[in-house]
């Protein structure tokens, strides 16, 4: 693996959720900071949390939703920060370049999240992938690798690693038992109800659901090996929906991408109505993410007015290589009507 992505140590864990742990232990600067963009998802935040660090945020661009560079260097002169946390969500890349160097100019360590997309960046100190579920490079166990050029950190990525358990035998009856939970607790709608807190807690007492160690999975090994087609086949789907999505009621996003986790835009009209009527048509469709600052700065008021934009209108589509190409072509011309309706 560390062949494949170019890096000189690979340290395979349990999930990515827990790579980013690990190396968030490994660092020890609880006593600083760490930096997340608003739009990313929850669990890699928590990792920060449960590793004993205190996360803070940073506005998304409304070109790619991937994390400002401006609205990063504003935080970089408030804050005393420790670590910066670029993510590729949706696939869509992030300026690697220019983000590891305003943060390498303020002494940060720049760790690159790499779950939604399948390529690393040469500005990270350290880069995660993860190999769970509906990832790009999903395998039935799952898993997450740490990636790093630093012979110290990987030292003491091992040192780390031998101190956390080994992943429960019901990880997945756990997982459930956290989704039914996570759901019952966003719809509940009631007055007075403070839904953002109650996740919070949900997530801050769901540690052993997230943070475990696992047995090196051959699955990937073969997987890797599919690595290009698997490439070529999501972004031929993600072109389908760039070309035939209707134009007029969508703001498409700009960014760049080697491959697409799911196809991503803004849509412009009623976007809750949508998702409740491409649903009733069996199509998958999501609005992910919330902008995770609602859950964790509390009372703190902080305005990422990008971020907010993009959390009421977000919708992402489905690319994976099992739908056929010319079910997602009628599917689309049933999301066309649907918006052209709402
Ligand atoms: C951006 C991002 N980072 C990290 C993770 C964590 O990966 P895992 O599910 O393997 O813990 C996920 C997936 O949930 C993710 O989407």
Partial sequence: MSN????????????????????????NLQNKKIVYPTITCMAPVNAAVYAGYEPIFCDVSLNNYTMDLNSLKNILDEYDVGVVVPTHVYGHKCNMKEISKVAHEKGCFVLEDAAQTISLSEFSDASIMSFGHTKILETEQGGGAIFTDDERLYGNLKIEKALIKIKPKNINELFDTY????????????????????????????????????????????????IDVIIKERNKRGKLYEKYLD?????KAQGMYDVLWRYSFLYKGNREKLLEKVREKNIDISSWYPALYHFYLGEKKQEFLNSKIVEEKIVNLWVNVNRA??????????????????
């Fill in 247 to 251: 134009n007029s009621l969508v703001d």
């Fill in 4 to 27: 494949l992505f170019n890096k000189k140590y690979c340290c395979f864990t349990g999930s990515g959720t827990t790579a980013i742990y690990l190396i968030l232990k490994a660092l």
């Fill in 325 to 342: 190409e010319e079910k997602i072509k009628q599917d689309i011309q049933i999301i066309n009507e649907i918006m052209r309706k709402v």
């Fill in 179 to 226: 989704r039914e939970k996570y759901y019952y607790i966003m719809k509940n709608k009631q007055e007075g109800f403070n839904n953002y807190k109650e996740i919070y807690n949900l997530q801050i007492n769901s540690k052993d659901t997230f943070i475990y160690d696992a047995d090196e999975n051959n699955e990937i090994l073969e997987k890797v090996k599919d």
